[in-house]
């Protein structure tokens, strides 16, 4: 069985500060990991992919298979980042994801 | 803005009553999903389908039902059998392709409320 565990159901931080979402997984082979967000009034969207170990609107996410983690994380927390964070974990069936509960990020100005 | 779309945006219920949720696409996708929202549970799977005429239960498929008679459409009937049907329906599309990364694709969902 595959399982998705954001920790956090909200989270709060102020503009400029460093943010990190956790996110761990449990899944006996080898994952596949998607950060999606969904901002206020907007489609849920994909953030990042850690196959692509790309960095958009400046949130980096590392896998880290010894710890099952999946950390999102960015350095400087802008107020437009204020949103729903999903995490999900693709395993054995076609295109199948699982979802964590979700964190919400709250950036105060 | 094509895509995917959901309709109605907002639809209510009497208890007893099945009710449709549609979904459509236009981004020549094979696989749709269906997924239920709700506050502190994240996103959970309904059913999906990979190809047309075929689909399979994801883990909450009880008292829903699906049906994918064309490669654009997936509507999601709520029947009366499920118990908590109030919540937010989100609809998905993504390419079969293995190599496309598996990015799925969100419709703007539906709000369906049980009086």
């Known amino acids: 069985a595959q399982r998705v565990t954001q920790p956090e159901k909200l989270l709060s931080v102020f503009k400029g500060a460093p943010v990190e979402l956790k996110c761990n997984y449990s899944?006996?082979?080898?994952?596949?990991l998607f950060w999606y967000v969904q901002y206020s009034r907007q489609r849920l969207q994909l953030l990042l992919r850690?196959?692509s170990r790309e960095s958009i609107k400046g949130f980096t996410a590392d896998l880290n298979k010894g710890e099952t983690s999946f950390h999102l994380k960015k350095p400087f927390a802008q107020e437009e980042d204020s949103a729903m964070y999903y995490c999900?974990?693709?395993?054995?069936?076609?295109?199948?994801?699982?979802f964590g509960q979700g964190t919400i990020l709250t950036v105060h100005p | 803005d094509g895509g995917i779309t959901q309709s109605p945006k907002y639809l209510f219920r009497k208890e007893g009553q099945n009710v449709t949720l549609s979904c459509e696409q236009n981004l020549n996708h094979d696989a749709m999903y269906w997924y239920r929202q709700d506050p502190g549970q994240g996103l959970r799977l309904i059913y999906y389908?990979?190809?047309?005429?075929?689909?399979q239960k994801g883990d909450i498929a009880e008292g829903y039902s699906v049906s994918r008679e064309k490669k654009e459409s997936f509507p999601l009937t709520v029947t009366s059998a499920q118990k908590n049907p109030t919540a937010f329906y989100l609809c998905?599309?993504?390419?079969?392709?293995?190599?496309?990364?598996?990015?799925?694709?969100f419709g703007p969902g539906t709000r369906l409320t049980v009086l």
């Open positions: 999900a974990l693709k395993g054995t069936s076609y295109g199948k994801l699982t």
């Open positions: 850690h196959i």
């Open positions: 998905a599309s993504s390419p079969r392709t293995a190599n496309y990364l598996n990015e799925q694709f």
């Open positions: 899944y006996s082979g080898s994952p596949e």
């Open positions: 389908s990979q190809i047309v005429n075929d689909f």
